[in-house]
């Protein structure tokens, strides 16, 4: 029997539209979804709702959404809404809280005792890699879920150390929650849904988004954690607007100091140098913040593997000369290296299973 209850909140979420600015308020006067519906065309609402939300409570009715919970239930897409219990805590008490959320994965991800956000450049340092993968692992070793956004570089960084610690992580999308963005991540998100990790987003699935949706992601991401952590970012990007939002919230900011010339530790190294974010050079101060013990660190930086044995191809060899500690894209590497680009690629697969090379964002490449 289809949830009369989830078709009205499923109702009330297109009505606001994405975002829902203005969720908490309206629920303050109507009470529920199924309050609102039931005033349409008995009550005046031009003051609380806008003329587009006016059309919408006019012309769409909860039955049209019989079909959307069917085929959540189809795709294994729990639907969430604001009144459950499975619906995160964090975000409930919020006036911009999405009315639905639609999730993959394990949903008690979204209720972890402590949680942190992790964020930062889509294209990093490998600097920034580094220390994303050195401080997403001991939070991830000591319980915490690790909150981000499933994009490139250092979102991928933190779910994949919560992965290699079996640990919680919840990856907040900016499109339709069947689609993952890059497509390059949906193995991690596989990773991350099979083991205890979630995939949410507001997006239904099937449902069209723009650049906005990835804003207002941001959003999610700082209230779904109890502090924010800013590994790389720089002075004017989507990083900064989700620091915007944990202020906005009263979450806690950390940042990582970086290099005074690199562009890229620019937005983290104002938050510093403005008092607007702690220093975290580990998880040590995030740890105490969050009222857990840190365990004792034996080295500041990850441990590297130990280069195994095994008899190279001569492509390998020169790909492994031209390799520097600072990462290099495809094309670079094939010119220093004298190989085409075919042969380069076959190298740096050969060398990176072999221990000798680290693939990093953006389909670059260091010595490990």
Not at 226 to 248: F, I, L, P, Y
Request: glycine share 10%.
């Amino acid at each position: 029997m289809t949830d009369r209850r989830q078709l009205e909140w499923l109702w009330f979420s297109a009505v606001l539209g994405a975002g829902a600015a203005h969720c908490g308020q309206v629920l303050a006067l109507y009470g529920s979804p199924g309050e609102l519906y039931d005033a349409v065309g008995k009550e005046d609402m031009s003051g609380l709702l806008t003329p587009a939300q006016l059309r919408r409570c006019e012309t769409l009715t909860p039955q049209r959404f019989e079909p959307l919970l069917a085929r959540c239930e189809r795709m294994g897409i729990r639907v969430l809404c604001l009144d459950e219990e499975d619906y995160p805590a964090r975000l409930a008490p919020l006036s911009d809280a999405p009315p639905v959320l639609f999730c993959t994965g394990d949903v008690s991800a979204l209720s972890q005792p402590a949680a942190v956000a992790m964020i930062g450049s889509r294209r990093p340092s490998s600097y920034g890699v580094e220390a994303a993968a050195l401080i997403g692992s001991q939070l991830a070793q000591a319980g915490v879920c690790l909150v981000s956004g499933l994009a490139d570089g250092l979102d991928s960084e933190a779910h994949k150390a919560a992965v290699a610690a079996g640990a919680p992580t919840v990856g907040v999308l900016g499109t339709a929650i069947d689609k993952t963005y890059p497509a390059i991540n949906r193995r991690l998100r596989s990773e991350m849904e099979q083991g205890c990790g979630a995939v949410i987003s507001e997006f239904a699935p099937g449902e069209a988004t723009g650049a906005g949706g990835f804003l207002l992601r941001n959003r999610l991401i700082a209230a779904l954690s109890d502090a924010v952590c800013v590994v790389e970012a720089r002075q004017k990007s989507g990083t900064m607007n989700t620091v915007n939002h944990a202020k906005r919230y009263g979450r806690t900011v950390f940042a990582v100091p970086g290099a005074i010339f690199s562009p890229l530790c620019g937005g983290t190294n104002q938050l510093l140098d403005e008092g607007q974010a702690h220093a975290a050079s580990s998880a040590a101060p995030i740890l105490r913040h969050l009222g857990i013990e840190p365990a004792p660190q034996v080295a500041c930086r990850r441990e590297r593997p130990a280069t195994p044995k095994l008899n190279l191809s001569a492509e390998a060899k020169a790909m492994k000369k031209a390799l520097t500690s600072q990462a290099q894209g495809l094309e670079p590497l094939a010119k220093a290296a004298g190989l085409s680009a075919g042969q380069a690629l076959a190298a740096l697969m050969e060398l990176e299973v072999s221990g000798i090379a680290v693939s990093g964002a953006g389909g670059q490449y260091r010595r490990a």
